[in-house]
Nanobody, 115 residues
């Protein structure tokens, strides 16, 4: 089982990034997918989630209207489109997969928002 994040980097405030999470080793389409983030000295927090049934989504209040989570079951990949980025969005972003009794994590990708 693997979750491999990519797309992180350094971006200026107001900029955009798209994170990708490539999944392998499990039946991606039946898993709920989420993005979490963890800033230095802070707890890991849920940013966005997309469910396997109906692809409904939920977002943290701090990112609503700026971030969009999506999934492509044919490519076994989840995405997080981030726009209007702020310095407080700086964190390591983790991909997460969940089904009944099972959870998988990626290794994380660093996102730094700074001028």
């Amino acid at each position: 089982v693997q979750l491999v994040e990519s797309g992180g980097g350094l971006v200026q405030p107001g900029g955009s990034l798209r994170l990708s999470c490539a999944a392998s080793g499990f039946t991606f389409s039946i898993y709920d997918m989420s993005w979490y983030r963890q800033a230095p000295g802070k707890e890991r927090e849920l940013v966005a989630q997309i469910f396997s049934v109906g692809s409904s989504t939920n977002y943290a209040e701090s990112v609503k209207g700026r971030f969009t989570i999506s999934r492509d079951n044919a490519k076994n990949t989840a995405y997080l489109q981030m726009s209007f980025l702020k310095p407080e969005d700086t964190a390591v972003y983790y991909c997460h997969a969940r089904s009944v009794g099972i959870r998988y994590w990626g290794q994380g990708t660093q996102v730094t928002v700074s001028s």
